[in-house]
C-alpha cells in the first residue's frame, strides 16, 4: 500500500510517532468496496492475509509513520482540555483521484492520549461505525469512510465483556475543531498558525488569496457544518456527540458513536442514552452546530485578529442553514419552484408528523405516491397517521401548493424517490447485524451494508429493512459506551 505521511511534516508538537499494538489472532469482518475502490483497491484482496495484518495494526507498510494526533475540545458543554486519539492511529495517506485520503486504525491500541481508556474499540461499536459511514456516504452526506473490520477473540470489558475490532477510517483529514481549540487555550499562536495553514494550503487553498484567510476559514468550515446538519435533519440523522472534538474542519459526519435515524417523528427525540439533558436532540443539532462554530472562532480568534470579522463569518451559518434546509426540504416535498410560504407548509407537515409520530422515512418515501387529482391513493399515508382529518388537512396545502407549480405525478416520484431514502441503518438492524457478528455470523452485516449502499432503490427482494422496527427493539439503548 503506497503510503505517504502528510500530517506527520508537521512539528512533533501535534502528534505521538508510534506503532499500532498488534490485535492478538485477528480475522476479516467486512469490508466496503466502493471505499476499497476509492483508493483503488481490489476489494477481494481486504480478506487476504497481508491486509487483515495491515487493518489490524499488526504490520505497517513501508513508508508509513503511524502517529496519534493531538487535540482538545468542550464536551457537553464543557471544557474538557486536552484529549487527542485515545485510540485511533493515523497510518498515513493514500494518493486518489480526488486528493489524498488518510487512513486511521480506530481501536489499534493505547496512545498517549487514552486517559483512562485501554485504547480498542468492541465489535458492536465498529460495526456501526463502519455501516453508518458508508450509509452515510451512499445517501450522498458529507462524511468519514469506513474501508474494513478486522476483528478478534481478544476481550475486551465495557458494560459486559465483549470482542475488540479495529476499523479502518479513511477522510482527506481527522483535524477537528478541538485541534484548533487546543492551540488557543495553550496560548500558543505559533502552532495555531502551522495548524490553519496546514488546513488551507492543504484542503481550502482557494482561500489562500483571500484578504483574511483565517476569517474565509472560518467562513467557509461554518457554511460546510451548516449543510452537513441540514443533511442530517432531512434525514434523520441524529449524531449523539457532538462535542467540538467531533466535528470535522473538513464539514464531514465524523465520530460516530450513539447516533440515531429518527423513526416515529418526535421532534425533541435524544439518540444518545447517555445525554440525560438532550442537549444533542433531534431540534437542537442546527444550534449546537452553530455554537460549536462559535468555540472554532474564539480559537481562530488570535489569527482573524478582529472579532467583527469573525463574528461576521460566524453570523454566516443560520442563512446557510436555512437555504439548505429549505432547499432539502422542497426536493423532499417533490417541490420544483421557491415560494414565499413554503416554510408554513414544512412547519405544518413536522407538526402533524410530530402529533402522530409517523416513520420519518417511510413518511417521506410514501408522500412520493400522492396523486394529485386522486385522494383516494392516500390511503397508505394517511393510514400512518392516528388522526387522519389532521393529515387530510394538511394534504389539502400540499396539493393546493403542487398544482400551483403544474406537477407530474410520475415525474415527481422518480424525483422524489431519488433524495427520499427507502433505507436507513435503523438501530434494530444494526443490532440484528450486531448479534449475528457476535455468534461469528458476519454475512448479515455485508447483506446490510449492500441494501445500504443503494438507499434509494425500491429493492423489493429487501423490502423488510424498511419495516418499522420491531417491539423488542423499543428497549434498546445507545450509550457512549464504545
Ligand atoms: P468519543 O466520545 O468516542 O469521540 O471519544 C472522546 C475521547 O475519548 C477521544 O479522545 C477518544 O480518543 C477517547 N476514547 C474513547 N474511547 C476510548 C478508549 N476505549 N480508549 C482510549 N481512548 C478512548
Ligand atoms: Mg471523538
Not at 458492536?124 to 459511514?133: A, K
Not at 392516528?386 to 401548493?401: H, K, L, M, S, T
Request: aromatic residues 10%; glycine residues 6%; hydrophobic residues 45%.
Amino acid at each position: 500500500m503506497p503510503l505517504a505521511n502528510t500530517f506527520a511534516a508537521l512539528p512533533p508538537a501535534f502528534y505521538t510517532r508510534l506503532m499500532p499494538t498488534p490485535l492478538p489472532a485477528p480475522y476479516f469482518v467486512a469490508a466496503s468496496a466502493p471505499a476499497a475502490r476509492l483508493i483503488g483497491l481490489d476489494p477481494a484482496l481486504l480478506a487476504q492475509p497481508d491486509y487483515v495484518e495491515l487493518l489490524s495494526g499488526n504490520s505497517v507498510a513501508e513508508r508509513s509513520l503511524p502517529l496519534a494526533a493531538v487535540y482538545s475540545g468542550h464536551q457537553f458543554g464543557v471544557w474538557a482540555g486536552q484529549l487527542g486519539d485515545g485510540r485511533a492511529i493515523l497510518l498515513g495517506d493514500i494518493a486518489t483521484a480526488s486528493g489524498p485520503m488518510e487512513l486511521q486504525l480506530k481501536g489499534a491500541g493505547a496512545t498517549p492520549y487514552s486517559r483512562m481508556g485501554d485504547g480498542r474499540a468492541v465489535l458492536r461499536s465498529s460495526i456501526r461505525e463502519f455501516l453508518c459511514s458508508e450509509a452515510m456516504a451512499a445517501l450522498g452526506i458529507p462524511t468519514s469512510r469506513a474501508l474494513a473490520i478486522m476483528g478478534s477473540n481478544q476481550g475486551i470489558v465495557r458494560e459486559t465483556v465483549e470482542t475488540a475490532a479495529v476499523v479502518t477510517r479513511m477522510a482527506p483529514s481527522f483535524v477537528r475543531f478541538g485541534s484548533f481549540e487546543h492551540w488557543y487555550a495553550r496560548k500558543k499562536p505559533a502552532e495555531l498558525k502551522i495548524l490553519a495553514d496546514y488546513v488551507i494550503d492543504s484542503f481550502y487553498p482557494q482561500l489562500r488569496d483571500s484578504a483574511n484567510p483565517y476569517a474565509s476559514l472560518l467562513q467557509e468550515v461554518c457554511t460546510r457544518t451548516a449543510h452537513m446538519i441540514a443533511h442530517w435533519q432531512a434525514v434523520g440523522f441524529m449524531h449523539g456527540v457532538m462535542n467540538t472534538d467531533n466535528m470535522s474542519i473538513l464539514g464531514l459526519t465524523l465520530d460516530y458513536g450513539p447516533f440515531g435515524f429518527m423513526e416515529a417523528f418526535d421532534a425533541e427525540h435524544i439518540c444518545n442514552h447517555t445525554d440525560s439533558q438532550g442537549r444533542y436532540s433531534y431540534a437542537n443539532q442546527p444550534q449546537v452546530g452553530h455554537r460549536n462554530c462559535h468555540a472554532l472562532g474564539q480559537a481562530l480568534l488570535p489569527l482573524i485578529g478582529e472579532v467583527p470579522l469573525a463574528q461576521a463569518a460566524l453570523d454566516s451559518y443560520e442563512p446557510a442553514f436555512a437555504a439548505k434546509m429549505n432547499e432539502l426540504l422542497r426536493a423532499k416535498l417533490g417541490l420544483r419552484t421557491e415560494q414565499g410560504d413554503d416554510t408554513r407548509l414544512f412547519d405544518a407537515m413536522f407538526a402533524v408528523m410530530q402529533a402522530n409520530h409517523v416513520d420519518f422515512t417511510n413518511f417521506f418515501r410514501a408522500l412520493g405516491n400522492l396523486q394529485l387529482h386522486a385522494p383516494d391513493s392516500d390511503a397508505p399515508l394517511r393510514d400512518m397517521f392516528i388522526d387522519r382529518p389532521a393529515f387530510d388537512a394538511w394534504a389539502v396545502q400540499y396539493r393546493a401548493r403542487l398544482l400551483a407549480e403544474h406537477s407530474v405525478d410520475a415525474a415527481r416520484k422518480l424525483a422524489m424517490d431519488q433524495v427520499n431514502p427507502k433505507y436507513v441503518l435503523r438501530n434494530y438492524l444494526a443490532q440484528v447485524a450486531i448479534d449475528k457478528a457476535q455468534q461469528q455470523d458476519y454475512a448479515e452485516v455485508a447483506q446490510l451494508l449492500a441494501v445500504l449502499q443503494k438507499p434509494f432503490d425500491e429493492q423489493p427482494e429487501h423490502q423488510h429493512y424498511a419495516a418499522l422496527p420491531p417491539d423488542w427493539a423499543s428497549h434498546l439503548e445507545v450509550s457512549c459506551s464504545s
